[in-house]
């Protein structure tokens, strides 16, 4: 018989139970403003209300499919608004899950960052941030962070990447809060694994995001058989990497036996800070690219063609989200 989940976890406006879910997207976003967006003054900006209401249709749209839950992965760094977050939660009753922590050198707070390191080391000040999101909240808000957030880039991780992460890790220890992660081209998630778990992350407690980024099924097995999470997060968005290599790999991921690590989303954006595409580039991602019903509709049906079960399928929204969250540990993977 299975015991009811008592794991309490932060949301935007309060809390939940990792049974209390549901059907979950691990890895959507509300609103993204990338560092600087505040210069472009020419740009008009989005009153409180018009986000308010494009994410409120979004959250009906997924309501409408059965979903009940998401994960907003957004750093401090990279225009999080937990308060838009609230406001939506509390006009839906969706359960909206924030983060803590920071991006990757190339577009996060770096400068600010670098600066303070000329004077001491910032593991710890970054940590303490982290630990004091999770546990008290984020600035005068209330609202807790309910994980942690990190991200590496191209090629090799950086001294400042590792030093995220390594904050990333001592925050985790000390609050036991999961750890989700941006990876660029499906790259660079081992080097994040091991550095986490050799700084004492549980492997499970780790999601390695965008790993379809890439269809080398050794990657993926490898990651698998390190005992993390690896989130296919980014379906519809076909112009960074082929929709039909994400299914041929989640599938053949699935048929490998790694069905039970394995969770799905978008990194959809509903609201922009600024423009950061000039005009007319967004609309050459397609009409698929950032929505995030996207999966129900149009992936779904391709692993069954591809022979995935519903109760597969099922599990990757519904099982694999709350298994994550409780920190129920990974069965050895062969």
């Known amino acids: 018989m299975t015991t009811p989940s008592t794991t309490t976890i932060a949301t935007a406006d309060g809390e939940t139970s990792a049974d209390r879910l549901g059907r979950t997207l691990m890895h959507e976003h509300l609103v993204i403003g ?18 308010i209401a494009i994410c409120v249709d979004r959250i009906q749209e997924l309501q409408d499919l059965g979903y009940s839950s998401l994960l907003d992965p957004c750093p401090n760094d990279l225009g999080r608004d937990v308060e838009l977050a609230a406001k939506v939660a509390q006009k839906t009753g969706f359960q909206i899950i924030l983060a803590t922590g920071l991006y990757k050198q190339a577009e996060g707070g770096v400068p600010y960052w670098h600066f303070r390191s000329n004077f001491a080391p910032q593991v710890d000040p970054m940590a303490e941030l982290f630990i004091a999101e999770l546990t008290e909240g984020i600035g005068e808000s209330g609202i807790k962070a309910g994980i942690i957030k990190v991200a590496t880039g191209i090629g090799e991780i950086s001294e400042y990447e590792r030093t995220i992460l390594l904050a990333a890790a001592k925050a985790s220890a000390e609050t036991g809060a999961p750890i989700t992660t941006h990876t660029d081209d499906g790259s660079l998630g ?50 960074i990497f082929p929709d ?14 790694a069905g039970d690590r394995l969770v799905v989303s978008h990194d959809s954006v509903w609201c922009w800070k600024g423009q950061p595409f000039p005009p007319g580039v967004l609309e050459n991602f ?14 779904i ?14 599990r990757l929204v519904v099982d694999n989200p709350r298994r994550f969250f409780e920190g129920e540990k990974l069965a050895t993977l062969a």
């Open 286 to 299: 397609g009409g698929d690219a950032f929505d995030p019903t996207f999966f129900e509709r149009k992936i």
């Open 190 to 239: 081992d080097h994040q694994q091991r550095i986490l778990t050799e700084a004492g992350v549980p492997a499970h407690r780790i999601i390695i995001g965008h790993s379809c980024g890439t269809d080398d099924h050794d990657y993926h097995m490898g990651l698998a058989r390190g005992g993390s999470y690896l989130g296919f997060d980014r379906f519809g968005i076909d112009a």
């Open 34 to 51: 990338y560092p600087g967006w505040e210069s472009h003054t020419s740009v008009p900006k989005a009153s409180a209300e018009d986000e």
């Open 301 to 314: 049906p391709k692993l069954r063609d591809a022979g995935i079960s519903a109760e597969e399928i099922e």
């Open 244 to 257: 039909e290599k994400r299914v041929s790999s989640l599938a053949k991921m699935i048929r490998a036996g």
